[in-house]
């Protein structure tokens, strides 16, 4: 969890205070940890499924497949936890920025 908040830090430029990333951290961090306890029973038979079919360019095609669930997953979780940072109720205990709904946008 650790991690991921302080990566969230890092790559948002520290523009956002630590707290308001601590959903985002708790999401990602739960959401890859089951990702990976699934992995031990999903992926030794998707590859060898994948190599028995396709030979070793399958292989290839499993690893990319499963490392884009987790990609995936890691952004889902990390955008969910923006969301769920600017609800009312964890942004007064959070102190997050106020949302920029209805914000005109600057343009060209």
């Given at each position: 969890m650790a991690l991921w908040w302080w990566t969230q830090h890092l790559l948002l430029g520290r523009l956002i205070a630590?707290?308001?990333l601590l959903?985002?951290?708790l999401l990602t961090a739960t959401a890859l940890t089951a990702l990976s306890l699934t992995a031990r029973l999903y992926l030794p038979r998707a590859?060898?499924?994948a190599l028995?079919?396709?030979g070793p360019v399958g292989s290839v095609f499993a690893a990319l497949s499963w490392l884009i669930?987790?990609?995936?997953t890691g952004t889902v979780a990390v955008t969910a936890g923006a969301v769920l940072a600017q609800?009312?109720?964890l942004a007064r205990h959070l102190g997050s920025p106020p949302p920029r709904r209805g914000a005109p946008r600057p343009g060209p």
């Open positions: 630590r707290l308001p959903p985002g951290a590859l060898d499924r028995a079919d396709y669930v987790v990609c995936v609800e009312p109720f």
